[in-house]
Every structure is written in C-alpha cells, then in structure tokens.
C-alpha cells in the first residue's frame, strides 16, 4: 500500500489557472496535487483532430507551465490513455480524489468518461466533475434551462491564490522509475505574447486569451454588427474568442462578466447594440452544447430521421475538391483555403460551406463534419454538430437555407478582394465576372487560369430545394419535428 495520499487534477478543456473549479476543489481538499493533460491515443488519433488542436493545446499548456514553473510548482503533460496512467501512478501514490471538469465532447471522449466512472469507482477514487459552460448533465429536456443557466453566470468565480497550490513536484528520475514518460513543454520556443497577428494562425494560452478579450472590448467590437457576415472584416471585428473557450483558456463566465462591464460602463447606443449581439452569440453557445449534451447522437445521425433517405450517394471527387478549396466557385474556394490556412473563417462563411456541400454538391453532413472539425481552430463538438445539421436543412425544425455562393460573394466581399486573397489564380479577373454565376464549360478568357464549376449551380439548387421541401413538408418529418421541439425548446419565461 502507497503512503503517499494525493488528488489529481486532470485537465481537459479547460487550459487555465483562473475560475477553475477542479483545481479549486483540489487545494479545498487539502492533499498535495498532480496537475496533469494527457493527449489521449484515442482521442489525438481520431479523424476530427488535427495539429491545429495539438499546438493551441500545446501553446495553452506552456503558458500554464511557464506560470506555475515561477511559483516552483509542476504541471505533467503525458500522451498516454488515462487508465494507464492512474496504474503507473499508483505504483508511488494513494489517490484519493481526481478533479475534472465534465466534458461535452464526441463519442470517443464520452466512452472514455463511461469508463473512467467504473475504473475509478473499482478503485475507491472519488471523481467529482464540475459542470463547464453552465452546461447541465442528464436534463430530459430543456424546459427550465434558460432560468437555470442565467443563474448558473451568477455564481462566484472559482478563483484562487497560486501559492497555495501545492502541487507533486517529481524529478525526472521519480518518473521514470513509475514508466511515465511527460512531455517536456519547454522545447518549445516561447511565443512573442501580446503581438497578435490577424492574419495567421492564432496562438493559445490564457495570457494571450486574456489579451485578445481586452482588445475586443477595448474597440474590436465597435463594428462587430457591420462585419461579421463579412470574411475580410469579420477577422478583426468579431471576437476571435472561439478557439479560447473552446479549449478552455478562458471560462464561460469570465468573458460574461468582461462583456457585462463594458455594456454597464457604455452609454452609447450604437456600442450597447453591439454589445448585445455579442452577448447573444455567446449564449447560443452554451445552447447548442446543451442541446447536443442532452440529444449526442447528432455526432452520427440526422437529428430529423425523415431526412435519412436523401444524399445517399457519396461522390469522392466532389468531397476532395471542396475539401482542397477546388471547385471552381471562388468564395467557397477562398473561404476553404483560408480555413485550411488559419484555422478560422466567419460564422457567414461556415454556414455557406455546410450549404454548398450538402446543398449544391448533394453530399451528406457526415462527409464533411471530420475533416471541417479538424480545421477548425476553435472545434467544439457541441457547436459543431448541431451546427452543421442546422445548415444541412437536417433538424427539419430550422429554415432551409441555401446559400448562393456567388450573390454572398457579392455581398460580403464587394470588392473581391477577400477572393483574390486566397484565389491568386484570380489576380486579373474583374470583380463583376467574380460575382456573376458561372456555368461548366464556359470557358471565359479572365478564368483561364482558374477551375471550371464542377457543378451547374442552377440546376443543383432546384433539385435541392425541390427534395428538401419534399422531405420537410412529409407527415414523417412533421411528426420527429414535434418531438424534437419538446425536447429542445423552452417554454416561454
Ligand atoms: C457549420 C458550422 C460549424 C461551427 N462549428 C463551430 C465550432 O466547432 N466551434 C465554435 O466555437 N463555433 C462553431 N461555429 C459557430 C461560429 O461560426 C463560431 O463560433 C464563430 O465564427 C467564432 O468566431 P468568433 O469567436 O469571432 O465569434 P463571435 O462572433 O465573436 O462570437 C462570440 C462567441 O460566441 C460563440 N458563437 C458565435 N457564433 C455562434 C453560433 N452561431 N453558434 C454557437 N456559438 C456561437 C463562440 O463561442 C464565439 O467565440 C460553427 C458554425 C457553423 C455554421
């Protein structure tokens, strides 16, 4: 038997030292505390992963480390899965607790905590899990979520004082006596904080998390209403805070109560106006996670099962070219190069990429939702699936939406210049044959260095519209979207 007693913190999507709850707990219960982040196998070896995820989470953690390391304290970082990891430390010590937060993440991080509630209860490890976002687990519905959430933002922030963070500091030689082999965070090269670059890809940690929220609420946000359809302006006048909470270098709260600061000190209408809009948008992320923490089958199937007979072909030359920014419609191609570049587009953007492919190529969501989770910077599951049903028409409760790339293009990039950004192939074209619909075969002398549309736009769009309609105007559909209001929506406050 191991004399040692210690808790473990186990981090997970929540990269910070500030209004944390797990760690909160762990110095609450008095043990010493083996904060640690394993990059899970299962997890890092599954199609909706990508480097983009493993840097941030590796930039966030050095932060942590860099923080903790002033202070003499350790934080570990291990590629291994958690069960054997809890063995190797068990040969040193008795653990007693493990602090978490509960996460809302895809079926394999589901499975995984599933087990994880066996495998500790076996041992007589107690595992309390902290609720993130205001989200709450095992609701049947969502009734009384509104009420319950608002009040959820007004509890107490979980802050605490570092130094009295007593954390198991082990030397390299301790832990290789155990098997365990950590990954030392520090041959990274420190990042030049504070300098933000816009135009690449963004940098984790909650230092610059914190950075980025002020400079937002510092002036960014001013013309957050006026371009956030807009995938040049949208870049600097939108938060950029999505990849911070979804890796959790900043909390749900902590933004609230930075935006309700702000909105309290303004008096100017058009910035409250703003504000608000801001505020919603965060709000809807916390719904949206509710509604795939209550309903996670929408990870594999369509949320409305009348839809499940449509799309039935997939066609792999058409997903390859959507997926390499190839098809020869210059915003989708722009937005998808750029995505793959930066790991962000705008929200505008996203929704037409999710049209175009299920709508005009007549791909279903399921093909795509991987590959567009691993290019998204700020992947967060339970944004992500909904999300992406919600713009495939496949919920059959929301409006169909089918984008038209060309008349968005001339809308939200007026002088195409967003277009000519990532589509050089486009340096010399004039901005109106940019914007104007293109059909296959035309062969235009200003897009001859550019690709041909590898589909007719106007004919995919009526039979998609024709078959959606068909399907949401079905008895069949009628029936799931009834049960799917009862489910999901509120009652009216
Ligand atoms: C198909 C599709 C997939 C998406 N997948 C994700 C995802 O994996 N992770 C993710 O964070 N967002 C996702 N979104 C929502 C949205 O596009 C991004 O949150 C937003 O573009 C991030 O930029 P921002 O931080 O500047 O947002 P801001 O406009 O500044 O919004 C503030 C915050 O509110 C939240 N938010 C904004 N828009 C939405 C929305 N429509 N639904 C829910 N929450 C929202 C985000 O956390 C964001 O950081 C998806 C949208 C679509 C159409």
Not at 20 to 38: K, M, Q
Not at 127 to 138: H, I, S
Not at 401 to 413: A, H, T, V
Not at 418 to 444: A, C, M, N, S, Y
């Amino acid at each position: 038997m191991q004399e040692e007693k210690i808790s473990l913190v186990w981090l997970k999507r929540d990269l910070r030292l500030s209004d944390h709850e797990p760690i909160f707990r762990a110095i609450e219960a008095g043990l010493p505390v083996f904060i640690f982040y394993s990059f899970e196998p299962d997890i890092t070896m599954s199609a909706d992963w990508s480097e983009f995820h493993e840097s941030f989470i590796y930039d966030s953690l050095l932060d942590m480390e860099l923080r903790l390391r002033d202070l003499n304290k350790r934080l570990y970082v291990f590629e291994e899965a958690i069960e054997d990891l809890i063995v190797k430390l068990e040969q040193k010590f008795q653990i007693q607790n493990v602090f978490s937060h509960q996460e809302v993440g895809n079926a394999i991080s589901y499975e995984r905590d599933l087990r994880m509630k066996d495998f500790f209860q076996y041992r007589n490890i107690n595992w309390t899990e902290c609720e993130l976002n205001g989200v709450m687990r095992g609701l049947k519905n969502r009734k009384s979520w509104n009420s319950k959430f608002l009040a959820k933002l007004k509890v107490r922030d979980y802050d605490f004082d570092l130094a009295a963070l007593n954390t198991v500091n082990l030397s390299n030689y301790e832990m290789a006596q155990m098997l365990l082999e950590f990954k030392n965070l520090s041959f990274r090269q420190i990042k030049p904080f504070l300098k933000i670059d816009f135009s690449q890809v963004l940098h984790g940690g909650e230092t610059l998390a914190k950075a980025f929220m002020r400079s937002f609420f510092e002036g960014r946000f001013q013309n957050y209403n006026k371009h956030i359809s807009k995938p040049s302006l949208a870049q600097e006048s939108c938060s950029r805070l999505a990849p911070y909470l979804s890796w959790g270098n900043l909390s749900l709260k902590q933004v609230f109560n930075a935006y309700q600061c702000k909105y309290n000190a303004s008096e100017d209408s058009w910035e409250k106006r703003n504000l608000s809009a801001f505020k919603s948008r965060l709000f809807w992320r916390s719904h949206f996670i509710q509604k795939f923490e209550t309903e996670s089958e929408m990870e594999f199937q369509n949320q409305n099962p009348a839809f499940n007979y449509i799309r039935t072909e997939d066609n792999h030359e058409l997903i390859e070219s959507f997926e390499n920014g190839m098809t020869g419609f210059p915003l989708v191609d722009a937005s998808m190069r750029c995505l793959r570049a930066t790991g962000y587009i705008n929200f505008r953007m996203r929704a037409m990429l999710a049209s175009f492919f299920t709508h005009i190529l007549w791909q279903d969501w399921r093909c795509i939702s991987d590959y567009l989770a691993s290019v998204f910077l700020d992947y967060e599951p339970g944004i992500h699936y909904p999300q992406l049903q919600m713009q495939a028409g496949t919920t059959g409760v929301n409006t169909i939406r089918i984008y038209n790339p060309f008349l968005q293009c001339e809308r939200q990039d007026p002088d195409a210049l967003f277009v000519r950004k990532w589509i050089p192939e486009l340096q010399d074209t004039p901005t109106e044959l940019i914007h104007r619909v293109r059909k296959p075969g035309e062969q235009l002398l200003f897009f001859k260095n550019y690709l041909d549309p590898i589909v007719d736009y106007e004919s995919s769009y009526r039979r998609a519209k024709e078959d959606l309609w068909a399907v949401k105007n079905s008895p069949e559909a009628k029936y799931y979207k009834q049960k799917i209001l009862d489910t999901h929506v509120q009652s009216a406050k």
